[in-house]
Nanobody, 123 residues
Framework: QVQLVESGGGLVQAGGSLRLSCAAS????????MAWFRQAPGKEREFVAAISQSSGTIYYADSVKGRSTISRDNAKNTVWLQMNNLRPEDTAVYYC????????????????WGQGTQVTVSS
């Protein structure tokens, strides 16, 4: 089992940047594929980015591709999401998720979730 804690959210102006962090507990972090999802008010939770256990496979949603970078350090039990050129439509609660199986973009495949961190982008 793994516990996830996100941080790094906040209020930023459009065009700004944020770096979200997700710290995982446990000694088997390297066994999990990791992902970021987000959920805006009144909308379903949507995929943002995912990274495989060895960082060999990475996926991005079209909405963030070219503006965001997902990375991980298995020695630090941490995954990051660097977001640049933020837009008001990026406003949402961002969730970190972990899955023991192969990396995927589907939220239904992820077994463990953090509590979320709020990102608000003002225009």
């Amino acid at each position: 089992q793994v516990q996830l804690v996100e941080s790094g959210g906040g209020l930023v102006q459009a065009g700004g940047s944020l770096r979200l962090s997700c710290a995982a507990s446990g000694r088997t972090f390297s066994a999990y594929s990791m992902a970021w999802f987000r959920q805006a008010p009144g909308k379903e939770r949507e995929f943002v980015a995912a990274i495989s256990q060895s960082s060999g496979t990475i996926y991005y949603a079209d909405s963030v591709k070219g503006r965001s970078t997902i990375s991980r350090d298995n020695a630090k039990n941490t995954v990051w999401l660097q977001m640049n050129n933020l837009r008001p439509e990026d406003t949402a609660v961002y969730y970190c998720a972990a899955d023991r199986l192969g990396v995927t973009t589907s939220r239904y495949n992820y077994d463990y979730w953090g509590q979320g961190t709020q990102v608000t982008v003002s225009s």
